[in-house]
């Protein structure tokens, strides 16, 4: 009999009783890293679909303030994603150089951004949005550094 089982038959109650007589360390072992190998298989599977899911639902919303913004005569000239987690996502607008420093027209596009944010984040999902300005030559390989790595290519 397994030295662990015997130690403890004594302490066990009338209530309860060995199944088996003994286990070895090996059969233990071997079936500890065979459930938690398969937890860890379904764990990630788990965290790859959320990923997949977000990331989704991150590129359809930014689509869909683009159009917002093109509908408040707002031109987007190229957008940038970024996850940060699985749930909580950045975007960042780039708009034209002009508009992004005129207080009174940004204003009203903080505000869009900042109910599309409230509109569309749960315990489960967080977007953020930001704008920055549109000059001759966006270093996009500090972006992609930065971890910016999705782009809006407008299709």
């Known amino acids: 009999m397994n030295k662990l089982i015997t130690a403890h038959k004594k302490e066990l109650s009338s209530s309860w009783g060995v199944t088996r007589d003994s286990f070895t360390g090996d059969e233990l072992i071997e079936a500890y890293f065979d459930g938690s190998g398969e937890g860890v298989d379904l764990y990630k599977k788990g965290l790859l679909h959320k990923l997949n899911e977000n990331l989704i639902r991150a590129q359809i919303l930014g689509s869909s303030f683009i159009s917002n913004l093109n509908a408040d005569g707002v031109i987007c000239s190229s ?61 996009t390989k500090r972006l992609v550094s930065d971890g910016f790595i999705f782009h809006y290519n407008g299709q």
């Open 79 to 139: 957008a940038h994603l970024r996850y940060l987690k699985i749930e909580r996502y950045k975007i960042i607008f780039v708009v034209d150089y002009n508009l992004y420093f005129d207080f009174d027209r940004m204003v009203p596009n903080y505000a869009l951004a900042e109910s599309f944010e409230i509109e569309n984040s749960n315990e489960n999902f967080n977007i953020e949005i930001a704008f920055i300005p549109e000059v001759t030559s966006i270093n």
